[in-house]
């Protein structure tokens, strides 16, 4: 099989989808799919040139908005400028080629470059402009396989995926890295080509969004006819009884099941570009920002006694913190005396949830 990097996340949530479609469709022009191709083209001139893209010019080529690409080529650039000193370009937009197992494997980089200071090390950075967040690691450790396969020299990849698209108001751009070494690559690999051996499908609709087997899949079809079956299934005008409501509560549970899934699966195609309802309104992917604030930061401007008075604890993130290097098998219990120790000392209220939940009949 002929495999790209850019589609390894996909498979690896749905081993089917490997195999080439039996009808291929062209797919239609999309917003986001347009915006991300001319970021990719704006970043790669301003990084061969030095000089700023003409904006307007690629825009139009791409039929997008010139005030959002700019944004997001600057925030590019903001990147790129940390790392501009620090590594040697190897190659802008590089194709590369190697194997997976007894596939082929290709991709196409972003940015290839080796570190100044550790020649043996290359840096590969991949530009996001989407919106929704997915797990693109096997994306990233696909370029890290090709690299290692055609630089017998590297012996680490740094693989840096930049969310340009979630800039903060400083500038600052968020940015994931992944280190590979040449050994846990090929174990990847290795786990990778069993799951890719057994051929499943998935079970969620959100992966089949991308999928080029979309248009003719029976199990993408049977994930949308039961999402929609049991959403219209209810009948808000029966009247039912307590039992007959309690004897629903398995369907009810299904059903919210499944609107979460119909709800992903939305999303997803949504995420792509807003979507008409035909009666003059549309879906879009509405972004809300909620602000966390630090509270050690937030301590040294107004004392931590002040914080202190508006703060809870997460018990999970507190016990594993305070738990963290202890050996595996004493954890459980060190988290117990913890709590032992704060119940005691009057620092734990509880607090108590209803909920519905199934258990045997008592005879
Ligand atoms: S359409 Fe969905 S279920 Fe079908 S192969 Fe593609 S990802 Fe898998």
Redesign the pocket.
Same mark, same amino acid.
């Given at each position: 099989m002929k495999l790209r990097c850019s589609s390894l996340p &996909?498979i690896a !949530?749905?081993p !089917?989808?490997a195999e080439a479609p039996l009808v291929s469709v062209v797919d239609e022009w999309n917003e986001a799919g347009a915006v991300g191709t001319a970021v990719h083209e704006g970043l790669a001139h301003w990084i061969k040139t030095q000089k700023f893209p003409p904006l307007d010019a690629l825009c139009e080529k791409h039929g997008v908005k010139p005030a959002e690409v700019g944004w997001l080529i600057r925030n590019g650039r903001h990147v790129w400028g940390v790392y501009e000193p620090l590594v040697d370009l190897v190659g802008v937009e590089h194709h590369l080629t190697g194997a997976l197992g007894e596939h082929e494997l290709s991709g196409h980089l972003d940015e290839l470059g080796r570190r100044k200071d550790k020649p043996r090390t290359a840096v590969v950075i991949d530009w996001k402009t989407n919106r929704v967040e997915r797990d693109y690691s096997r994306q990233i450790l696909g370029y890290g396989s090709l690299v290692f396969q055609n630089a017998a020299q590297i012996n680490e990849v740094i693989g840096v995926i930049v969310w340009l698209r979630e800039a903060e108001k400083d500038g600052s751009v968020p940015t994931e890295t992944l280190t590979m070494t040449r050994d846990n690559v090929s174990l990847w690999t290795e786990k990778f080509l069993d799951h890719l051996e057994s051929g499943e499908? #998935?079970n969620n609709?959100e #992966? *089949?969004a991308f999928?080029p087997? &979309?248009h003719a *899949?029976a199990? &993408?079809s049977i994930?949308m006819r039961n999402a929609v079956a049991c959403v219209s299934k209810l009948d808000p005008k029966a009247v039912l009884t307590r039992d007959d409501l309690a004897r629903i509560y398995p369907q009810a549970q299904a059903a919210k099941r499944a609107l979460n899934e119909f709800d992903k699966m939305l999303k997803a195609q949504v995420a792509e570009a807003p979507v008409s309802l035909g009666n003059g309104q549309e879906l879009y992917i509405q972004e809300t920002k909620t602000d966390i604030i630090a509270p050690r930061d937030a301590a040294t401007i107004y004392g931590a006694d002040q914080v202190l008075e508006s703060c809870t604890l997460s018990k999970t993130k507190f016990l594993d913190a305070q738990t963290e290097g202890a050996p595996k098998r004493g954890r459980k219990l060190a988290k117990t005396e913890i709590i032992d120790t704060l119940r005691n000392a009057g620092a734990i209220e509880t607090r108590v949830d209803k909920k519905l939940a199934k258990r045997k009949e008592k005879t």
């Open positions: &996909r !949530a749905c !089917a989808s499908y #998935t609709p #992966t *089949c999928c087997k &979309r *899949c199990t &993408r994930l």
